[in-house]
C-alpha cells in the first residue's frame, strides 16, 4: 500500500490495490476508485485534516471500546 497526501486540496490518497481505474464512487468524505471488476483500486479522504482531527479526538474520547460518533 502507498500513502500520499495532496497539501494544496487536503486529500489524503491510499494505494490499495493494482490495476487500471474503471470508474469511482464518492462515499461521502471518501471517493473510491474501482477496476472494471469492481475491486478498489484507490481510496481518496477527502477534507483530510478535518477527518482526521476529528478521528484522534474520537479515540481519546472513547473508553472501555465505546463507539464515538462523528
Do not use: C
Not at 482531527?53 to 471500546?65: F, I, R
Request: aromatic residues 8%; hydrophobic residues 40%.
Amino acid at each position: 500500500m502507498k500513502v500520499s497526501y495532496n497539501n494544496k486540496d487536503d486529500v489524503l490518497i491510499y494505494e490499495i490495490g493494482t490495476g487500471k481505474i474503471d470508474h469511482a464512487q464518492e462515499m461521502g468524505p471518501f471517493i473510491v476508485h474501482f477496476d472494471k471488476k469492481g475491486k478498489a483500486i484507490l481510496l481518496e479522504m477527502l477534507d483530510a485534516s478535518d477527518f482526521l482531527t476529528a478521528s484522534l479526538k474520537a479515540t481519546k474520547m472513547a473508553k472501555n471500546g465505546k463507539k464515538v460518533e462523528l
